[in-house]
């Protein structure tokens, strides 16, 4: 079972330098890939993310991360990372880092990647809009999603990932964080991907009037129950149960 290993840019600063969250987010994705590399010389890392910004920055965010990987001696062949440079939603991450991995796959085999684990920030990484994504676009894998602590170090930032401020909070310099997140891995450890992994297939119900996703809550893979009468099937708003249902019935 080979892994692809995915890490999600963020906008560099205007000279093309990565910004210190982006810094400590490649620094983790390589240390993870590191130890729980799951075929010697198979597994590949897609650091994904275009030139994104104003000013525009004079490279893409990928070049920037496999730079930081290259010097971090994650891997010895650096053609084992492979950069995806155009991506400026999540959605072309998800979808153009399928695409480098199918060329990949058709050299080494169909079924050659099996599991997918994509690397954002702790507080990044469980937004739905971004687990809803790669879900669906990687709908024939094992899908597994990591953190890098990055909140939890730098408690003294309000609000920090909030929506509000989702992009100033990427933008903020943070000098010391790289070394206290080294200090924090070196006294906690580096979690396992897909410890306690439960399937993420999509599992989407359509109607007439909206889509529910099933899959994306706490307890994933699990259908939600209607707020009404507790039963799994449907929502509120077209609960047999409800009293505005007899009403319409009755007449």
């Excluded at 991995?101 to 997918?116: A, D, I, P, Q, Y």
């Excluded at 669906?136 to 939890?152: A, I, Q, R």
Aim: aromatic fraction near 8%; include cysteine; charge should be positive.
């Amino acid at each position: 079972m080979a892994t692809a290993w995915i890490v999600l840019g963020i906008q560099l600063r205007a000279d093309g330098t990565a910004r210190d969250m982006l810094r400590c987010r490649t620094w983790y994705a390589g240390e993870l890939f590191r130890k729980y590399e799951t075929r010697h010389n198979q597994d590949i890392i897609i650091v994904t993310g275009g030139a994104c910004g104003r000013p525009k920055p004079p490279r893409s965010e990928a070049e920037a991360m496999k730079e930081l990987l290259v010097e971090q001696g994650v891997v010895v062949d650096s053609a084992r990372i492979l950069l995806e440079p155009n991506a400026t939603s999540c959605k072309t991450n998800a979808t153009r880092s399928l695409e480098l991995m199918h060329e990949r796959r058709s050299v080494m085999g169909e079924e050659f990647f099996t599991r997918v684990v994509v690397i954002g920030t702790d507080y990044q990484i469980k937004r739905k809009g971004i687990t809803k994504i790669f879900v669906t676009v990687f709908k024939d894998f094992e899908v597994h999603f990591v953190g890098s602590p990055f909140k939890s170090l730098c408690q003294d930032v309000k609000n920090l990932g909030t929506s509000d401020n989702f992009r100033i909070s990427e933008k903020i310099e943070f000098p010391e964080s790289l070394d206290k997140l080294k200090k924090y891995v070196a006294d906690h450890g580096l979690p396992v991907p897909w410890e306690n992994y439960k399937s993420t297939k999509a599992d989407i119900n359509i109607n007439s009037k909206k889509a529910i996703y099933t899959s994306l809550s706490s307890s994933r893979g699990k259908a939600k129950a209607c707020f009404t009468c507790g039963k799994v099937g449907h929502l509120a708003w077209n609960c047999p149960n409800s009293k505005k249902s007899k009403r319409k019935k009755g007449n």
